[in-house]
């Protein structure tokens, strides 16, 4: 009884939630196929998956975070990925230099912060809703990497594109210590820094923003250009894991990031959103993935299962937002 008080401020904040369904579905999927799911084989594996749509998660809640939302993610990945492997194919030949690969970063991270630019600009400047600007933007961005490959995938790159995506770093998977990385800098940005309250001021109380003379456009194109360059990296470690670049890699992931986002605990409609909730329901989503996949259960059941989870973690955050106002 005495630890009650405890159990109940756990579960009382967003983020204590989140670990609860962390630790149970991580259990649940244990007890269901504990040979499979507790093998070092499938956790270095999981280590090496989740990264891939984590990171455009962590895009997805900076937008959100505005009351916004950015759609194109995938489409600027997978653009970006296509951009670099021409560099790394058609333009390098075989080459295997260090230089060559950081020029293929480069471009693709300058492809990200334009494609995340084009966005703000529509957003901010054009004034449309972030939901229609960025679904079209997104597919532009397809339509142009289409363009450039035909629809096929891009392959034959050098060894030394693999490190990003198949290594490891003193044991750790480096995809694993891209997305910490990232996920620490974002963490930061947010809390202690001055675009962050601004950022999350905006989301808030949008008017009382304006009259706290920030500046709101540039702000917004900041922020959706740091969501083009966390989608570059997404495309950088899923063209590194796949040894490939392709226009329609990662069409679940879409999903998958606004899934989480919510699910973590960031609000639609802006202001609240913690990244430790999103790591935590990050966790949640690849443990339930990756014990679904071990029973048998298909992408397409997957995905229903997605699309059902987040309408109802949404109704569920509704019914909250409502009952605290009463």
């Known amino acids: 009884m005495s630890n009650s008080p405890a159990i109940s401020r756990l579960l009382a904040s967003t983020e204590g939630r989140l670990a609860v369904i962390a630790v149970a579905v991580f259990v649940f999927m244990s007890l269901l196929s504990p040979d499979k799911f507790l093998s070092a084989q499938n956790m270095t594996s999981m280590a090496f998956q989740f990264p891939e749509f ?137 809390t202690r ?24 456009d540039a702000m917004l194109i900041k922020v959706y250009m740091l969501s083009g360059a966390l989608a570059a990296i997404a495309g950088m470690v899923v063209m590194s894991r796949a040894n490939s670049a392709k226009a329609d890699y990662g069409s679940s992931y879409l999903l998958l990031a606004v899934l989480i986002a919510v699910l973590g605990g960031v609000n639609p409609y802006g202001g609240y959103g913690r990244v430790i909730g999103v790591i935590l329901a990050v966790l949640s989503m690849q443990f339930l993935s990756s014990g679904l996949n071990m029973v048998g259960v298909s992408n397409f059941a997957r995905e229903l299962i997605w699309g059902s989870l987040l309408i109802f973690v949404m109704i569920v955050n509704t019914w909250r937002a409502k009952g605290s106002r009463s």
């Open 54 to 190: 984590a990171i455009l998660a962590l895009a997805m809640t900076i937008t959100m975070l505005t009351g916004g939302i950015d759609l194109s993610v995938v489409g600027i990945a997978n653009l970006s990925a296509i951009i670099a492997a021409m560099i790394l194919t058609q333009v390098t030949g075989s080459g295997d230099g260090a230089g060559v690969l950081m020029m293929a970063y480069a471009a693709a991270m300058c492809v990200g912060l334009l494609a995340g630019l084009c966005n703000g600009i529509l957003v901010a400047l054009l004034g449309l809703p972030p939901i229609l600007a960025t679904l079209g933007s997104g597919l532009i961005f397809t339509g142009i990497a289409i363009a450039l490959t035909g629809g096929s995938a891009m392959m034959g790159f050098p060894p030394a594109t693999a490190w990003i995506g198949n290594t490891t770093l003193l044991g750790i998977p480096t995809p694993l210590i891209v997305f910490v990385v990232l996920a620490a800098g974002i963490s930061y940005l947010l």
């Open 193 to 216: 820094t001055g675009f962050g309250v601004k950022l999350r001021m905006y989301g808030a109380n949008p008017l009382a923003a304006r009259f706290a003379a920030i500046n709101i």
